[in-house]
């Protein structure tokens, strides 16, 4: 009874709260936090910004705190009505972002550092995280994806390089990461920072000359019981566009469009011949079996077939006292668009720190990942030609080696291989940091992380080496270690003078073995992969490689009155794969910055933010570890007696250069940020320049030294760029909000000087045509030969030349075409690029969608365009291809490409503006109202639909534009998703 009394006391002590929540302009907030200081109770506010909080009693204080506000803390005293104004937090544009070894407020940067916005695409039907990048951050471009499982291509602000590494660095966590960026599960990744200067790149010295990309996952939230969340989606797929390959009365026509000369009536050739007889032009008995038999295979169709991806990935986070967590597993499951173009992931994260003592925590951010590609998609190379007129398997069913009768293998055969392609990763940073009693400011973190690898892939096929049979085993393993002692020291003098030190010193070693063990000629493959030494023929290779790296770094940031800062950097590199003269090398930087808006003069109420910044620094390129070094190749050197074994030798293959050295970035970079009117637009721009010289090149010499060539350091490159990004809120009422965020960004690279060779003695340097590089251009730039016009029905044929083929133009006009009339046509890059994304906000629902565009300008942005592998003469007669090659006929004569029958002696090529705007990802998402979650007991409840890759607008023929595939025999489409999905959290 006693026991009843008093609990019955608790609750009536208990003060019911309600109220509202608004801005400065009376504009209701919803998804505030509202919590009780010192418990783990709280809520949020509805749509409506109200909120409604039992609190034990009068003496409660309660927290009001939101994104982008200050928070507040209001005692309930006899109040049972509380309405709270949140003010805007200036400060908010102090946003931290990851920096390298650190943080750092953003107001505070002197470099050009970016935080990805990946919220806005959380909902969209992606597998790796970079596809959630893909145009939203200036300067940083990424490549599309066309199969299951594929990891796009990364660039930062162009191509510093020829022969070095052009791999952007990323860091998980601290650590710099080896791995497949496809282990990553998106769902577990808090941020995205992008480094792209050579001042915030210095820090990471030698490996981040082509930019770097820091990724935070997530971890536990502050002083929270555990909340759990679920997320799940499936996504169907088809392709944005599509090509379709001939069918039967197609392949025909072009049979005849081939033989114009006797399949149409002279003199013009567009009126129909009634008598000419296609079979007379096919000379493979397959195919002329199947013209008469009525076959019409649809080969691509049965190649191909709509994909999905289905995703599923739970997590809890919370902490206590000392504890914080985030636990995670994830699944996908993903079938491309070609047959046998599958695969899944399982991934698994554990997040965990403790708090030991009040100045001394460990924790470990680790991560498992095993993904199957297994699995053996046809030979679309194969398949694309074959003839329609053919089909892939006989009577019974089995497959025919070579349907069209000659050596041309079935395309399918490969895709009954028995095949397992397991890659599995283990990631982990552990770590212990230490707040030095004492002496307040002063930290000392100790990291080591480490990265294992393994990879197994097995194969075994009846039909390989000619039906004899065919098998494999290749398995594979790396593993990275990483040790970083990292002190950092924060003090701030007279609040005027602030200083933040950091020195790292580390150590990095990666390991590399692989084995492969094939075997051909099997009597029987009933085992398999499993038994290889069943096989008549049997080879085994392996190898192995070490590197090393040591690095030492200091930075120091510098704030004065919190308007004048400075960033000084200075790295220290060694790498084992560098020549013995030149093991290491500094790296050193400098920023500054200027907060105008702190000074008087610019005390201004509509600006929030004005801050110029500048930077100059240096970084490194790596080279190919054993480049320095004479490599040796074996050779069969000698028999003894007949049937004897034999003797294998060895012979040096490339030169040593003992004075191999690094490849160097140095630049500038110029920027502004800006905040603007009670920060509804804010933003940056910036301009930067770049140089690379002592550039790795493979230098050619006189084969009379006994080699070809040797590695050396030589000539020098050119970058120069600008980026434009602006954020505004559009509309910021009561319940409709309209934030639009746009970027700009162009670059120019120019190969400034290479050998250094003058050999025609004109005082010009001269340009490496061989290689494709020319002094003054960009490395993508683009020599060959342009075209006149197709020679027509009539015309004046050049020698060498034919009716239907691209009349070469004599550039200097000496009256014969040879390899002087190339000019340069073109460049490979771009002019400019830009993204928009749209959020809509009413009420509980929210719209997304982002325009994602890359443009050439004049003759930029090209690529070859021509339809490649089809084939002249007989092959163009078996071989099938697209329907929508537009080729020369005598009824065609405007056509793009030239005729079918025959090419000339030189070759016209093609190259098409791949500039497109895509309409790339849409989102319309529902929230729950919390009021009705939290009476079911959910956190929260989300719905959504996306869209993947909707529209694109393009004058690109062919596949994708941002592939560069266009009538390529092995092309393959990008994607369009449409998805469903939820997000619970309880």
């Known amino acids: 009874m006693c026991l009843l009394?008093?609990?019955?006391?608790?609750?009536?002590?208990?003060?019911?709260v309600t109220g509202k929540v608004t801005g400065e302009q009376n504009e209701a907030i919803p998804g505030v936090t509202v919590s009780i200081k010192g418990t783990m109770r709280g809520t949020t506010t509805d749509a409506d910004g109200r909120y409604k909080l039992d609190v034990p009693d009068a003496a409660s204080v309660l927290i009001f705190s939101f994104v982008g506000y200050l928070a507040q803390e209001v005692t309930v005293g006899n109040l049972t009505t509380?309405?709270?104004?949140?003010?805007?937090?200036?400060?908010?544009?102090?946003?931290?972002?990851?920096?390298?070894?650190?943080?750092?407020?953003?107001?505070?940067?002197?470099?050009?550092?970016?935080?990805?916005?990946?919220?806005?695409?959380?909902?969209?039907?992606?597998?790796?995280?970079?596809?959630?990048?893909?145009?939203?951050?200036?300067?940083?471009?990424?490549?599309?994806?066309?199969?299951?499982?594929?990891?796009?291509?990364?660039?930062?602000?162009?191509?510093?390089?020829?022969?070095?590494?052009?791999?952007?660095?990323?860091?998980?966590?601290?650590?710099?990461?080896?791995?497949?960026?496809?282990?990553?599960?998106?769902?577990?990744?808090?941020?995205?920072?992008?480094?792209?200067?050579?001042?915030?790149?210095?820090?990471?010295?030698?490996?981040?000359?082509?930019?770097?990309?820091?990724?935070?996952?997530?971890?536990?939230?502050?002083?929270?019981?555990?909340?759990?969340?679920?997320?799940?989606?499936?996504?169907?797929?088809?392709?944005?566009?599509?090509?379709?390959?001939?069918?039967?009365?197609?392949?025909?026509?072009?049979?005849?469009?081939?033989?114009?000369?006797?399949?149409?009536?002279?003199?013009?050739?567009?009126?129909?011949?009634?008598?000419?007889?296609?079979?007379?032009?096919?000379?493979?008995?397959?195919?002329?079996?199947?013209?008469?038999?009525?076959?019409?295979?649809?080969?691509?169709?049965?190649?191909?077939?709509?994909?999905?991806?289905?995703?599923?990935?739970?997590?809890?986070?919370?902490?206590?006292?000392?504890?914080?967590?985030?636990?995670?597993?994830?699944?996908?499951?993903?079938?491309?668009?070609?047959?046998?173009?599958?695969?899944?992931?399982?991934?698994?994260?554990?997040?965990?720190?403790?708090?030991?003592?009040?100045?001394?925590?460990?924790?470990?951010?680790?991560?498992?990942?095993?993904?199957?590609?297994?699995?053996?998609?046809?030979?679309?190379?194969?398949?694309?030609?074959?003839?329609?007129?053919?089909?892939?398997?006989?009577?019974?069913?089995?497959?025919?080696?070579?349907?069209?009768?000659?050596?041309?293998?079935?395309?399918?055969?490969?895709?009954?291989a028995d095949d397992f392609d397991k890659r599995n990763n283990l990631f982990g940073n552990f770590y212990a940091a230490i707040d030095v009693p004492f002496v307040k400011g002063l930290t000392y973190r100790l990291n080591?992380?480490?990265?294992?690898?393994?990879?197994?892939?097995?194969?075994?096929?009846?039909?390989?080496?000619?039906?004899?049979?065919?098998?494999?085993?290749?398995?594979?393993?790396?593993?990275?270690?990483?040790?970083?002692?990292?002190?950092?020291?924060?003090?701030?003098?007279?609040d005027n003078h602030a200083i933040d030190l950091t020195l790292v010193a580390g150590r990095r070693q990666l390991n590399y073995e692989g084995t492969n063990a094939t075997g051909s000629g099997f009597n029987s493959l009933r085992l398999g992969y499993n038994d290889l030494s069943l096989a008549t023929i049997q080879r085994i290779t392996s190898s192995a490689w070490k590197e090393n790296y040591l690095y030492q770094t200091a930075r120091i940031n510098y704030d004065f009155k919190f308007r004048y800062l400075l960033t000084a950097t200075l790295r220290r590199d060694g790498f084992s794969g560098f020549a013995e003269n030149n093991k290491t090398a500094l790296f050193p930087s400098l920023g500054f910055g200027w907060v105008l808006s702190q000074e008087n003069f610019m005390k201004v109420n509509w600006v929030n933010l004005l801050k110029i910044r500048g930077s100059y620094g240096t970084n490194g390129n790596l080279v190919n570890r054993y480049s320095s070094l004479a490599r040796l190749n074996t050779y069969p050197a000698y028999v003894f007696g007949e049937g004897g074994a034999t003797e294998f030798g060895q012979v040096v293959t490339t030169l040593a250069n003992p004075n191999l050295t690094w490849e160097t970035t140095t630049g500038f970079n110029f920027g502004i940020d800006y905040a603007l009117?009670?920060?509804?637009?804010?933003?940056?721009?910036?301009?930067?320049?770049?140089?690379?010289?002592?550039?790795?090149?493979?230098?050619?010499?006189?084969?009379?030294?006994?080699?070809?060539?040797?590695?050396?350091?030589?000539?020098?490159?050119?970058?120069?760029?600008?980026?434009?990004?602006?954020?505004?809120?559009?509309?910021?009422?009561?319940?409709?909000?309209?934030?639009?965020?746009l970027n700009v960004s162009a670059n120019r690279n120019r190969i400034v000087s290479l050998l250094g060779l003058d050999n025609n003695k004109d005082g010009i340097e001269d340009d490496l045509q061989a290689s494709g590089l020319f002094i003054g251009q960009p490395i993508g730039a683009i020599f060959d030969y342009e075209s006149g016009g197709i020679i027509q029905l009539g015309d004046e044929v050049p020698k060498g030349f034919f009716v239907g083929t691209h009349r070469i133009i004599d550039q200097n006009k000496d009256g014969f075409t040879d390899a002087n009339d190339r000019v340069i046509r073109g460049r490979t890059e771009p002019a400019y690029s830009f993204g928009i994304l749209n959020e809509f906000t009413y009420r509980n629902f929210t719209l997304r969608f982002f325009l994602n565009s890359i443009q050439g300008g004049k003759n930029g942005y090209r690529r070859e365009n021509m339809p490649v592998g089809i084939g002249i003469g007989d092959n163009i007669r078996r071989n099938n291809f697209w329907r929508e090659l537009d080729y020369w006929t005598p009824s065609n004569p405007g056509a793009r490409y030239r005729t079918l029958d025959q090419s000339s002696a030189i070759e016209y090529n093609y190259y098409g503006d791949r500039s497109f705007i895509r309409l790339q990802d849409v989102t319309l998402e529902y929230n729950v109202n919390p009021a009705f979650t939290k009476r079911i007991g959910l956190e929260g409840f989300k719905v959504f639909a996306s869209g993947k890759n909707l529209m694109t607008w393009t004058n690109w023929q062919g596949w994708d534009p941002e592939t560069g595939q266009g009538f390529a025999v092995a092309g393959v489409p990008v994607m369009r998703g449409i998805s469903l999905g939820l997000d619970v959290r309880f």
Do not use: C
Request: glycine share 10%.
């Open 5 to 16: 009394l008093f609990f019955s006391g608790i609750a009536l002590a208990q003060v019911s």
């Open 82 to 416: 509380l309405n709270i104004t949140l003010k805007v937090d200036n400060k908010s544009l102090d946003e931290v972002v990851v920096v390298g070894y650190g943080t750092q407020k953003k107001s505070d940067l002197t470099g050009s550092v970016v935080r990805a916005n990946i919220e806005a695409f959380r909902e969209s039907p992606n597998v790796n995280i970079a596809q959630s990048l893909q145009g939203t951050v200036p300067g940083l471009n990424i490549g599309q994806v066309t199969t299951a499982g594929q990891s796009p291509t990364i660039s930062i602000r162009g191509r510093t390089t020829i022969n070095g590494n052009q791999n952007v660095l990323l860091v998980v966590d601290g650590i710099i990461y080896t791995g497949n960026l496809n282990d990553l599960n998106p769902a577990d990744i808090e941020s995205v920072d992008v480094l792209k200067d050579p001042s915030s790149m210095a820090i990471y010295g030698a490996q981040a000359a082509n930019g770097v990309i820091l990724i935070t996952t997530k971890g536990g939230r502050k002083t929270s019981k555990p909340v759990f969340n679920y997320s799940g989606s499936y996504t169907t797929q088809n392709p944005t566009n599509s090509l379709t390959l001939l069918d039967r009365d197609g392949y025909i026509a072009k049979i005849a469009d081939q033989e114009w000369r006797t399949a149409f009536l002279a003199p013009n050739y567009t009126q129909p011949n009634p008598n000419y007889n296609p079979q007379n032009a096919i000379v493979d008995p397959p195919i002329r079996e199947g013209l008469a038999k009525g076959t019409n295979y649809d080969w691509w169709g049965n190649t191909t077939s709509p994909g999905f991806i289905n995703t599923h990935n739970l997590s809890v986070t919370g902490s206590g006292q000392e504890w914080s967590y985030f636990l995670s597993t994830g699944y996908t499951d993903q079938k491309g668009f070609v047959m046998n173009d599958k695969f899944k992931r399982i991934t698994a994260r554990i997040n965990v720190e403790n708090k030991i003592l009040k100045w001394f925590r460990i924790g470990a951010q680790t991560f498992g990942s095993f993904s199957d590609y297994s699995g053996v998609s046809p030979n679309l190379g194969g398949i694309t030609i074959m003839s329609p007129l053919v089909e892939p398997t006989d009577a019974q069913g089995n497959y025919i080696l070579n349907p069209t009768g000659i050596n041309i293998q079935n395309p399918f055969l490969i895709t009954a």
């Open 448 to 494: 080591y992380g480490h990265n294992y690898s393994w990879d197994r892939h097995f194969s075994a096929n009846s039909y390989s080496n000619g039906a004899t049979g065919g098998a494999y085993k290749n398995t594979s393993n790396a593993y990275d270690w990483t040790l970083d002692n990292i002190v950092n020291y924060k003090k701030t003098f007279n």
């Open 677 to 741: 009117l009670n920060n509804r637009i804010g933003g940056s721009i910036d301009y930067y320049r770049t140089t690379t010289s002592n550039l790795i090149f493979d230098v050619n010499i006189p084969e009379i030294t006994g080699f070809n060539l040797i590695t050396s350091n030589v000539g020098r490159i050119a970058n120069r760029g600008v980026e434009l990004v602006v954020n505004g809120k559009a509309i910021a009422n009561k319940n409709l909000k309209w934030n639009v965020n």
